[in-house]
Antibody
Framework: QVQLQESGPGLVKPSETLSLTCTVS????????WSWIRQAPGKGLEWIGY???????SYNPSLKSRVTISLDMPKNQFSLTLTSVTAADTAIYFC??????????????WGQGTLVTVSS | SYELTQPPSVSVSPGQTARITCSGD??????VSWYHQRPGQSPVVVIH???QRPSGISERFSGSTSGNTATLIISGTQAMDEADFYC?????????FGGGTKLTVL
């Protein structure tokens, strides 16, 4: 059974760094596109960025200066780092997989999401 | 940056057909995916590549595109279909979501 599980602190202080990990079980992390997507309370979905293998990444232009996504193949995990957070970064953070690694398609697998609150 | 526009809400009577639209510049040149999301749950893809229905998704869900508008069609709408729906495309290597449509089954 394929599962994605987000993990990380649920509370981050303003100006600090948010770090989350998505653990993939049931399939190899290669050769798919893996994304982070977030949803502020009561709001819509916002794509943060993706990683493909260990070297190809793309980020939402509105977050690009603060985001890094990395991949740990031996652990079958990928991670999100978001620096200089503010209250506007409070959201449920989802990790997700695209259908295929051959071209961009929809997201067929999602984690359950983890709520991150930015507050002092 | 690329933008997708969805109506904030759509209402439909049980058993009727619901149509949720998604518009964007040159949308016909892109592959559209649709997701439904119930409160407190993760999104679930119901259509990808404009009109492809994943296994396990009801045949009542279908998708179409014409010009700058994509439409998610839900036939024989049921109370269980009540959810938020999002369209999504890729603009080169950037994923873009529509603002979402709340489907209410009256």
């Amino acid at each position: 059974q394929v599962q994605l599980q987000e993990s990380g602190p649920g509370l981050v202080k303003p100006s600090e760094t948010l770090s989350l990990t998505c653990t993939v079980s049931g399939i190899s992390i290669n050769p798919y596109y893996w994304s982070w997507i977030r949803q502020a309370p009561g709001k819509g979905l916002e794509w943060i960025g993706y990683i493909y293998y260990t070297v190809s990444t793309s980020y939402n232009p509105s977050l690009k200066s603060r985001v890094t996504i990395s991949l740990d193949m031996p652990k079958n995990q990928f991670s999100l780092t978001l620096t200089s957070v503010t209250a506007a970064d409070t959201a449920i953070y989802f990790c997700a997989r695209e259908y295929t690694g051959n071209y961009h398609d929809g997201f067929d697998l999602w984690g359950q999401g983890t709520l991150v609150t930015v507050s002092s | 940056s690329y933008e997708l526009t969805q109506p904030p809400s759509v209402s439909v009577s049980p058993g009727q057909t619901a149509r949720i639209t998604c518009s964007g510049d040159r949308l016909g040149d892109k592959d559209v995916s649709w997701y439904h999301q119930r409160p407190g749950q993760s999104p679930v893809v119901v259509i990808h590549q404009n009109n492809q229905r994943p296994s396990g998704i009801s045949e009542r869900f279908s998708g179409s595109t014409s010009g700058n508008t994509a439409t998610l069609i839900i036939s024989g709408t049921q109370a269980m279909d009540e959810a938020d729906f999002y369209c999504q495309v890729w603009d080169i290597n950037v994923a873009v979501f529509g603002g979402g449509t709340k489907l209410t089954v009256l």
